[in-house]
């Protein structure tokens, strides 16, 4: 197993700079995730790290060497694939003897180690069918049996699970956590599922525009986003992202969101208020940051019912707060408000953000 | 079954005209020419008299017939195994993500593209010993004194006509393996490089395996459309000379036609059907096998 690090790389598709300038430090037995939309350079990135393409600058190091220049066979990495890319026409024993073979790994230490990476993921019973004949669980199991066989320094995961139906998605999930546990390997892991992201990482690299827009723990991304990107990409329901005028009346400094001029009761959101450098904010609140509460409470806001969604443990509640539609949790689980109903709201201060309306950036 | 039968019993009928042209032009001949196998039909006298295996025992004895059988087989074999070496260098070729393949790829087709009567007569000139443009540079060059007797010259006659085939059929091998490369996934050969699998092992590993079907069936249709390979053979020496380039489709049009030994052409029909079928029977099983496998 190794750290990986990665300096500065680049990759550049005519004018377009798919990955534009990404550093990462990624320690040994880390499970790393890149996430982020279709289109924001995170396979690219790990296609590189693969060395299955070229960097157009910057460093990979996997351990001490500089892998930059070699080869894909020689950087020690295993990969799976978004389709597993299994052999086809070779039966699964044979797909699993295939890194060994181009190895020249001797046959009886090869056998050995097939047959123990059938043993870890349970495939012992399927070793001389051929893919067609699996599941496409199976497949993925088969897939990764084929990265562990190598023992390789580094893991690398493209959307492994993106092909598996919800259900065998979960499962898979924490299999692959439990392995690379087990494994105590380095893993890289790419994904455009942010749960997946949150459920697996040790650290996550959000990314967008070819950039990494924050590195962190799950924890680190949920409640200190660096940018309104981050903000709105981590967190299921997304952050409730509102935009917001800063305005003095009588004296003090307040927010306007669309028709409502909210006056914010703590010194915190005061202290952020003043950090602001232009009067164009973005107010961020997560759906539970927002509460229903009895109409008439102090500092409240009035509006409607737009759609409630019930998902069983949780009651959704969609409204528009300042001309942008929020999502709320009903802190009761049977509400079933209809259009139009009156809602009033609470905003819990102490988990309000404001971000910079220009850069995007949190203000701290 | 029989419920369904009658169900669709007024069905029955549109199927008349194509069963009728089938069994006019198919059924028809096919059973005439095997019955004709059995016949002596002298050009003199109006009827025909039954030989039993005569014309069989006829074809199996003579000499002429023993050399065409040899041509056959020279040229339905080297005739496919050129066009697909040419046709396969030139599907991996083509496959690369290289700049100004798309205009080669059109070139390429043309041989293609042209008609085997045109082509045919076009290389008969090329090759003319006293006026063909080959001879003609050659000589301009210095490089040869006497003019070069292609399609006269025993040794030459059989690898030039299998070279104007391998122009002729290299890019049908072309298209096939071309379109059986495009259907291979990219992800399979970055797994097998990562696997650590050199480009050699790549092809022998990955392309050999996945291309097979495409492989066996390409090859199966160039050696059957070989073996009935009459208009260039034709055109270009017309089975001569003293037979050196006859093959058994020539042949059985020359013996019918020309010596008019419908009997004896019938019998050596037989023969060349019965080898055929028992390629054709390989070919639909590659085409059903790679329908089911989806490639």
Known sequence: ???????????????????????????????????????????????????????????????????????????????????YALYPHKSVRDNLMFPLRMRKIDKTTAAQRVSRASKILSIEQLLDRKPKQLSGGQQQRVALGRAIVRDPAVFLMDEPLSNLDAKLRVQMRTEIKHLQQELQATMIYVTHDQIEAMTMSDRIAVMDKGKVQQFGSPDELFNRPNNVFVAGFIGNPPMNLIPAQLVSEGGSKKLRMGQITYSPQTGHVHDLMNKAAGEKVIVGLRNTAIQMVAPGTAGSILTEVYTVEPTGDVTYVQTNIGDKMCTISSPDVAYRGRLGDPLTLRIDETRLYLFDDLSGKAIW | MLKQIRK??????????????????????????????????????????????????????????????????????????????????????????????????????????????????AWRWILHGDFGVITGTLQSLGLIKDSIPFLQQASLIMPSLIMIN??????????????????????????????GASSWSQFWEITIPQLSNVLMVTTMLLFIGNMNQFTLIEIMTGGGPASLSEIIVTWIYHASFQTLRFGLASAASVLLFLVLIVFSIFYVRALTRSAVQGG
């Open chain 2, 166 to 195: 391998t122009w002729k059929s290299f890019p049908f091998v072309m298209i096939m393996l071309y379109a059986g490369l495009q259907t291979i996934p990219e992800a399979l050969y970055k797994a097998a490089r990562i696997d």
């Open chain 1, 1 to 83: 197993m190794a750290e990986v690090s990665l300096k500065n790389i680049v990759k550049l598709y005519g004018d377009v700079r798919a990955v534009d300038g990404v550093s990462l430090d990624i320690h040994d037995k880390e499970f790393v995730t890149l996430v982020g939309p279709s289109g924001c350079g995170k396979t690219t990135t790990l296609h590189m790290i693969a060395g299955l393409i070229e960097l157009d600058g910057g460093d990979i190091l996997i351990g001490k060497n500089n892998v930059s220049e070699l080869d894909p066979k020689d950087r020690d990495i295993a990969m799976v694939f978004q389709n």
């Open chain 2, 8 to 121: 669709h019993r007024w069905d029955y009928p549109y199927l008349l005209p194509a069963l009728g042209v089938m069994g006019l032009l198919i059924v028809y001949p096919f059973f005439y020419t095997i019955f004709l196998s059995f016949y002596d039909t002298p050009s003199s006298r109006p009827e025909i008299f039954f030989v039993g295996l005569d014309n069989y025992r006829e074809l199996f004895n003579d000499a002429t017939f023993q050399l065409v059988v040899k041509n056959t087989i020279v040229w339905s074999v080297f005739g496919t195994l050129c066009p697909f070496i040419v046709g396969f260098l030139a599907a991996l070729l083509v496959n690369q993500k290289l700049r100004g393949l798309n205009f080669a790829r059109g070139l390429m087709i043309v041989p293609y593209a042209m008609g085997f009567v045109p082509a045919s007569h």
